[in-house]
């Protein structure tokens, strides 16, 4: 993707500077513009929001105008990788039958035609892999491929499945976690066929992830993945075991959501560019575009709890609030109005104090910088992929143009 001069003469210190939590936290680096107030229900209680209507409608195609200095053909990413994904599909349906029937059925749960998702994360990885799809210097380690196990592809393919069985086992195990009765628009296993066999699927794909894992025969990129699993279990402690100062706090609340969503795709995407023998900087451009994807994703899942609804979104709307969870709608909205700590101290078991704390968000900016602030990771991801090494490939151009069409869909996506 062919970005503007200015931002690719920025882009390396833009990264530089950006390197995981900023040097002053996210949520004071964000300019104010001037907005037009409007109003907007939050999931129908009767709550009027003011925010920024001119920001909203121009987030994400910010990006475009900044990232394309000539006029290209529109990219679909999930068009673009379509056939490799059902091969990856029918693959991954494969991998997780197991012997005994019960397992069997909790295993597959997720994986059966229909309720396979958006595949989202294998997506990013087929796109990373063309992206990076270009000639590596000699002074680069070079990878003997064929003297490990199967061609470049295949290997990376196999990253792509290990990374959304270890997506689908994290579900599986929050849904115990948080008592969801929903998934997908169906009904969650948990709730299906209990907590313990969900628990035990989810055991189960991890188990068949690392068997994977293995035979890839790459010590890195075994570490990086089971470091991963590591991130899943800490960012998931720090949710339910968090003290009234770190859950107010927004770096607390950042470094969480790193753990939780954004490790995963930003170390396979680093993952994709170990195999293929790549320098340790383009190593570093792949994880910090799966880093900041992953970070804007999860901001705007957060806004959409609040302002989805629980058919859009195929699981319950305002569960985390309902779960005492806070996150960057209410830590924003807190900076204007003090006063809502002392709900969040007091829980919101009380459907009372939901009432309050969303009437105290529809009052506040708290919506409209949480989308700020997604923007603002979503343009770091695009900047990764403008500093990847040149590449006059047309393969490679269009992946890389599909990338950054990713950054504005997560941002400007309604479930």
């Given at each position: ?9 920025i882009s390396?210190?833009r990264?530089s500077s ?6 002053s ?12 107030l ?19 409608s121009?987030i994400g195609q ?9 006029a290209e ?9 379509a ?8 693959r991954l349906?494969?991998m997780?039958?197991?012997e005994?029937p ?5 295993a597959?749960?997720?994986f ?5 998702g958006k595949?989202?994360r294998?997506t990013?990885?087929?796109?990373m892999?063309?992206a ?8 680069a380690p070079?990878?003997?491929?064929d003297?490990l196990?199967?061609?470049l ?6 990253i792509?499945e ?6 689908v ?14 998934r997908?628009?169906i009904?969650s296993?948990?709730?299906v066929m209990?907590?313990?066999l969900?628990?035990l699927?989810?055991?189960?794909l991890?188990?068949r992830?690392?068997v994977a894992?293995?035979?890839l ?14 991130h899943l279990?800490t960012?998931?402690?720090m949710?339910?075991t968090?003290?009234?100062d770190?859950?107010c706090?927004?770096?607390?609340y ?10 995963l ?6 993952a ?8 340790a ?5 792949a994880f910090?575009?799966?880093k900041?994807l ?12 609040f302002t989805?609804t629980s ?15 806070v996150?960057a709608?209410?830590l924003y909205a807190?900076?204007e109005?003090?006063?809502?700590r002392?709900l ?5 078991d009380d ?9 105290y968000?529809?009052?506040?900016r708290g919506?409209?910088k949480t989308?700020e602030l ?10 990764a ?5 040149e ?10 143009r599909?990338?950054?069409e990713?950054?504005h ?5 309604t479930?």
């Amino acid at each position: 993707m062919v970005f503007s001069r200015a931002l690719s003469q920025i882009s390396r210190n833009r990264l530089s500077s950006c390197r995981w939590l900023f040097s002053s936290p996210p949520h004071q680096q964000l300019h104010h513009s001037n907005h037009i107030l409007t109003s907007q229900k939050v999931l129908g209680s009767r709550v009027i929001h003011s925010w920024v209507s001119n920001a909203l409608s121009g987030i994400g195609q910010q990006i475009h105008h900044q990232s394309t200095a000539v006029a290209e053909e529109q990219v679909d990413p999930f068009s673009l990788v379509a056939d490799e994904l059902s091969l990856l599909t029918n693959r991954l349906r494969s991998m997780v039958v197991a012997e005994v029937p019960k397992l069997a059925s909790a295993a597959e749960y997720f994986f059966k035609m229909g309720v396979e998702g958006k595949r989202f994360r294998p997506t990013v990885l087929l796109l990373m892999a063309t992206a990076l799809n270009v000639q590596i210097p000699r002074s680069a380690p070079q990878v003997d491929v064929d003297s490990l196990s199967g061609d470049l592809r295949t290997r990376q393919q196999c990253i792509a499945e290990i990374t959304e069985m270890i997506h689908v086992a994290s579900l599986l195990h929050d849904d115990v976690l948080d008592d969801a009765e929903t998934r997908r628009g169906i009904g969650s296993l948990n709730f299906v066929m209990g907590n313990k066999l969900a628990v035990l699927a989810g055991d189960f794909l991890l188990s068949r992830a690392c068997v994977a894992l293995a035979s890839l025969k790459h010590t890195e990129v075994a570490s990086l993945l089971a470091t991963v699993v590591e991130h899943l279990v800490t960012g998931e402690t720090m949710q339910m075991t968090t003290s009234s100062d770190e859950r107010c706090s927004m770096d607390y609340y950042m470094q969480k959501t790193y753990y939780k969503t954004a490790s995963l795709i930003s170390n396979s995407c680093k993952a994709i560019a170990l195999l293929a023998g790549h320098t340790a900087e383009v190593s570093v451009l792949a994880f910090d575009y799966g880093k900041n994807l992953g970070l804007a994703f999860q901001l705007i899942d957060d806004v959409l709890d609040f302002t989805g609804t629980s058919a859009t979104l195929g699981k319950g709307s305002l569960s985390d609030i309902r779960h005492g969870i806070v996150t960057a709608p209410i830590l924003y909205a807190m900076e204007e109005f003090p006063q809502l700590r002392t709900l969040v101290d007091r829980g919101f078991d009380d459907p009372v104090n939901v009432e309050i704390a969303l009437d105290y968000l529809g009052r506040s900016r708290g919506i409209q910088k949480t989308r700020e602030l997604a923007r603002k990771h979503a343009s770091i991801a695009s900047v990764a992929i403008d500093s990847l090494p040149e590449s006059s490939d047309e393969e490679v151009q269009r992946s890389r143009r599909a990338l950054v069409e990713l950054t504005h869909r997560v941002i400007t996506r309604t479930k």
